[in-house]
């Protein structure tokens, strides 16, 4: 069970993969067709979140350059899409459904339907890994200033935090669980192997660490974020020439 093993990450990815498990069998080729029908869907919408921005050749050669990377090459990122934890994989998807649902937010006239839905795959991406909480500011920012009456900012921040809550309420003792390693583990001897064996030494360099990756995720998501408005700008100037 999850609450009898030591764990610092949610639930969910180990419940995902017990649902296939108990469906199709205890197979290794059963994680190799998950990792293979992941990666479909991921250069799926990689593509889809391109064609936003760019055109058929050039979004299909985006894809194409992930796909050769990530799934062809001999580099160390070939075992991204099956990796000993499906948990990041599983986040990446969602995360991708949750950013093509924002654009299409921004180019579909508002409809709320669509920033429901991006907050709905925004929380399952925490879920699957917290690192992905990040997404939660520009959506909290997007529902307020895009939204109307707190009824709907309500369901849009409810659509996020459920899927983080609801996979360690199936079985309530897991976030006692979940905090209790967690404490253990930073007061703990492991902590320090840990972090050696990232190249870490100590637990501020590992904050540090943590910080620069904070830093660089927003200097990659803010030029991201103004181009996502002009292209929003530029679609409602095409929309009052009649383009």
Known sequence: LYTGIFSLYSP???YLNAFFVKIFG??????YLLGCINTGII??????ISRRFSGSLLSFSVSFLVLSYCCISFSPTTNYFFPYSYSVVYALTCFLASVYLLITYFNRDFKYKY???????????????????????PLIWVLFKKENGLKKIFYGILAVILPVILPFLVNIEGIRTFV??????CSSPSSKVFLKTISIKTPKAYIFSTFKDILFFLILFIPSFFLLLKSEKMTTKWKKIGA
Do not use: Q, R, T, W
């Open 12 to 14: 969910l990815g180990y």
């Open 26 to 31: 205890n197979s290794l080729n059963l994680f």
């Open 43 to 48: 250069l799926f919408f990689i593509y889809l």
């Open 115 to 137: 920033i429901l839905l991006c907050c709905l795959f925004a929380g399952l991406s925490i879920s699957f890994k917290f690192e992905f909480a990040l997404i939660f500011l």
């Open 180 to 185: 209790d390693n967690f404490l253990a583990f």
